[in-house]
């Protein structure tokens, strides 16, 4: 009895002593990488604001679930960019608002300053917009009142920013998590075909120009300038006083933190198109607008569904519109070191969105205009960046590899050729 206790106590103490040890580490290395997740969430928010959902529900409404393949490859090219963006944030210390004006030309920042602007108001346009819609359609608070409720709730949550970014990221996280609980709820209600679902995933099909169109229109609402310029800007609270190693382990956190909230949007937007593909097209309905969208939901699917539909968008309205105000922040205080207070530049980006929802234009079009809007400035923010970080003098280290410059300038291409024919098609009345 006595030998075996001797042959088998030290066997249990090993194997309680291991467990002991273990969990320590791994709890350790998790609290580590949740230190740095973040960032991308915020950035996240721009990839589900309220165009995603006008251009994901008219895709499915129309072509069922053949554009899901856009989506992905969309979302491919928005982590390729946005992960390119915390590089240079990391690797330089600044913005890249405040490299542009390093780098380029007085006059040329302030040509980048005046069209980012007017992109960062026309983003913020339209996230507002459906800050109000999911006002008027869950509560049916008339519009005008719906705009002004949507103006404090934007303006009281980048105040909160005062208190640490941190705080911001945290209810930005909270934002993006009702979008995904809502439209969970959607994917069980509308019980798609997941096998046309997979395949149209895989495989990239565009059934007709009008299917273009609209895969221009989805790529232009999921590769959004104003968040290329704000998560450079993100990243610095956590790139004070750190050597070249540290800033390594930095962007490689960064890197797990954009693969994990951009995969999130992924599905997100996914699942907007697939509930749209199995609800609306299946039933032969083409949605134009999304109240529309929501009208419809109820008599199919019942209240829970709308109710989740208009959950989804007025989280996604309050979240990207916080956001919008914010990288218009970063915009007007980069290019020029323009020194405005901080309240009015906050006013100044949702002062747009509340006009047009005052003067009654009609939402649907002023959400178009503003991807249009959003178009122009593409270019702008994608290969000031690429040029930025392939420059070894300024990014050292972190300096793009060929493979890399290769893989940005054929995205770069790809979205300034499809965004070109966006703004071909409005302007020749193609739309």
């Known amino acids: ?45 721009a990839y589900v604001d309220p165009g995603n959902f006008a251009t994901n529900i008219s895709g499915g409404s129309i072509f069922n679930y053949s554009l899901i393949w856009v989506i992905l490859w ?18 330089t210390g600044k913005n890249l608002t405040q490299m542009c004006r390093i780098i380029f030309s007085k006059r040329m920042n ?21 800050g109000v819609l999911g006002f008027y359609l869950l509560f049916g608070i008339p519009i005008s009142y719906s705009a002004i409720l949507t103006a404090i709730v934007t303006f009281i949550i980048v105040y909160l ?18 979008i995904c609980v809502s439209y969970t709820i959607e994917l069980f209600l509308a019980k798609p075909e997941w096998s046309q679902v997979a395949l149209h995933t895989l495989i990239p099909s565009l059934p007709n120009g009008q299917a273009v169109l609209i895969a221009v229109g989805m790529l232009g609402a999921t590769v959004m300038p104003h968040v290329i310029y704000l998560h450079s800007e993100l990243v610095q609270c956590r790139n004070n006083g750190m050597t070249l190693e540290e800033k390594k382990k930095h ?30 097209y299946s039933r032969g309905i083409s949605v134009e607008s999304i109240e529309q969208a929501h009208r419809s939901l109820e008599p199919l699917l019942g209240t829970l569904s709308s ?102 300038w054929v995205i770069a291409t ?18």
């Open 1 to 45: 009895m006595n030998k075996e206790n001797v042959l088998t106590t030290p066997y249990k103490l090993k194997s309680v002593e291991t467990g002991i040890n273990s969990n320590p580490t791994v709890l350790k290395k998790l609290k580590g990488l949740l230190k740095f997740l973040g960032p991308a969430f915020v950035v996240s928010v």
């Open 74 to 91: 969309s979302n491919l090219m928005a982590i390729f960019l946005q992960i390119m963006s915390a590089k240079l944030g990391i690797a």
């Open 110 to 130: 302030w040509f980048f300053y005046i069209i980012a602007s007017l992109a960062a108001m026309a983003t913020t346009m339209a996230e507002f917009i459906g």
């Open 161 to 178: 920013q005062k208190y640490g970014q941190r705080v911001i990221e945290i209810i930005i996280t909270l934002f993006v998590a009702v």
């Open 251 to 280: 962007f490689r956190m960064e890197k797990i933190d954009v693969f994990i909230a951009m995969n999130i949007a992924f599905i997100v937007n996914a699942a907007m198109v697939i509930v749209s593909a199995s609800v609306f």
């Open 307 to 408: 109710g989740a539909f208009g959950a989804a968008l007025l989280a996604s309205g309050f979240s990207s519109s916080s956001v919008g105000a914010m990288a218009g922040e970063t915009i007007m205080d980069g290019f020029v070191d323009l020194k405005i207070p901080a309240p009015i530049r906050r006013l100044v980006t949702m002062l747009p969105g509340l006009i047009v929802i005052v003067i009654g234009v009609n939402p649907m079009k002023a959400l178009l205009m503003s991807q249009v809007c959003l178009s122009f400035v593409l270019p702008v923010a994608i290969i000031s960046m690429l040029k930025i970080t392939s420059r070894k003098d300024l990014m050292g280290d972190f300096v793009n590899k060929p493979f890399v410059k290769i893989i940005g």
């Open 414 to 431: 790809m979205i300034i050729s499809m965004n070109a024919v966006l703004i071909y098609l409005t302007f020749t009345g193609g739309i």
